[in-house]
């Protein structure tokens, strides 16, 4: 018997045949042998230098459909599509050939059914007594599901990558330490730098500080907390213009990596801009520019309780065009919007940052004056009289330059005489109120005039 080789079973001989006593040991090994050969759960076989098999157990017999005497003396092209397999035959070949021992990944197609099997192959030389390959042996092991898996895993995964690579969103994971581990496309050209430019690197060597410190707190705060983080980040871009992202950053502590977190940003800077265009129609009136009422009485709420909490004074002047039903009748609208808006924006230039000029309704006006008493807003709003009695509108209609007057009543909440936190409770529309009616007074006398409300 040649080293190495596995010689057919002998049904005769034993104990009872009269055989030696060392030959009965050498079958009952051999008969062990084909046992665990065949309860294994590997594929092990044998095959001679024409690659006819020599041995089979149980498994291999069963992949064919036959009893191991059936597939004894057959070669794979009996069982397999050779050219659909390839790699069966090139192993063979490299062992019987270099006498080497090789293993490879091997795809076999069932040349019966069209199954694509996939295997792990160990095929070792087998050598007679001088050394000469005579044949190989070979213990496959079943690795189909395994592959089937790696190619849903590599099918996926380059979904996923096509996905991310052309989803509408910016994404990104990042270390601890703050540093970029990945970004996507979209990412690197909001950034304006190639992939590479931006792993390895932080915020703070991509942007400025105050732009870092923004995008940095949203990150501390998602591993501070370990749970999702969402909020509206502000980014000066490349092009030297704002972009507006709604973000949400994740921790991955759930998928093993406790130091990351990954983050989705969607460009919302249509959206921004067009919800501040909507604060600004809602809190500045279409015609003149100037605030409109809301806006005037909230903000003027929030100045009188500052007034209270620091003891400074507040006013308010109430104004409104003289005769303006005079000059519709005589220009008609397109005349009267064209004396508003003169007047309107000539008033708001003439005030500070910190003041508000506010159109109340129809002709009539009211300008709030930030940390500042009766004395100072008679002194504005004498200005203002003089200023809009100089100035000439000139239509746009008919080129026709128009003149007008302004009569103005102010009134003033100061701390120090109405009594400020601990005093009685004054309103912004009691202070407009007083002022109303200063305005009226001033009307009534003959117009072009300003007139202070009395205090409370």
Not at 294 to 308: F, G, I, N, P, V
Request: proline share 4%; with cysteine.
């Amino acid at each position: 018997m040649a080293p190495g080789t596995i010689p057919p079973m002998d049904p005769g001989g034993g104990e009872d045949g009269g055989a030696p006593h060392g030959a009965l040991s050498e079958r009952a090994e051999l008969h062990a042998l084909r046992a665990v050969l065949s309860s294994t759960g590997a594929y092990v076989f044998t095959k001679d230098r024409d690659c006819r098999y020599t041995y089979v157990n149980r498994l291999v017999a069963e992949l064919f459909g036959r009893s191991p005497a059936e597939v004894v003396g057959c070669t794979d092209e009996d069982f397999f599509d050779l050219e659909a397999s390839g790699g069966i035959r090139r192993n063979d070949m490299e062992v019987m050939a270099g006498g080497v021992t090789v293993t490879a990944e091997e795809r076999n197609v069932v040349r019966e059914t069209g199954d694509e099997l996939y295997y792990l192959s160990v095929k070792t030389p087998l050598r007679d007594t001088d050394g000469e390959v005579i044949g190989l042996c070979g213990i496959s092991t079943d690795i189909t599901r395994q592959k089937e898996l790696e190619h849903a895993f590599i099918e996926q995964r380059a979904l996923l990558g096509t996905v991310i690579e052309n989803v509408d969103a910016s994404i990104y994971v990042k270390h601890r330490d703050g540093r970029y581990r990945y970004v996507n496309a979209l990412c690197a050209r909001i950034l304006g730098r190639s992939p590479d430019e931006i792993i390895g690197r932080r915020d703070d060597e991509l942007h400025d500080p105050e732009t870092a410190a923004r995008i940095t707190e949203m990150d501390r705060r998602t591993f501070e907390r370990q749970q999702k983080q969402s909020g509206e980040e502000q980014l000066v871009l490349p092009d030297g213009t704002t972009g507006h992202f709604w973000s949400t950053k994740m921790p991955l502590g759930h998928v093993g990596r406790p130091d990351e977190l990954i983050g989705f940003s969607s460009d919302v800077t249509e959206m921004h801009e067009l919800r501040k265009d909507l604060e600004r129609q809602a809190f500045t009136d279409g015609l003149t520019g100037v605030a409109t009422r809301r806006y005037l009485m909230l903000q003027a709420e929030h100045e009188l309780e500052q007034s209270r909490r620091h003891g400074w004074p507040l006013a308010l002047i109430a104004l409104d065009i003289d005769h303006f039903k005079k000059v519709n009748d005589a220009h008609r609208h397109a005349g009267g919007d064209a004396v508003l808006v003169a007047v309107a924006q000539h008033c708001a230039g003439l005030v500070r940052d910190a003041d508000l000029v506010g159109r109340i309704g129809g002709e009539e006006f009211a300008v709030m004056l930030v940390n500042t008493g009766l004395d100072g807003a008679m002194r504005l709003a004498e200005r203002l009289r003089r200023e809009v009695a100089a100035l000439q509108v000139t239509l746009p209609t008919s080129g026709t330059p128009v003149r007008c007057t302004i009569s103005l009543g102010v009134s003033a909440f100061d701390p120090a005489h109405d009594g400020g936190a601990h005093g009685r409770h004054v309103t912004i529309d009691e202070l407009l109120d007083r002022a109303d009616t200063a305005l009226y007074v001033a009307k009534a006398e003959g117009r072009n005039r300003v007139r202070a409300a009395p205090r409370a």
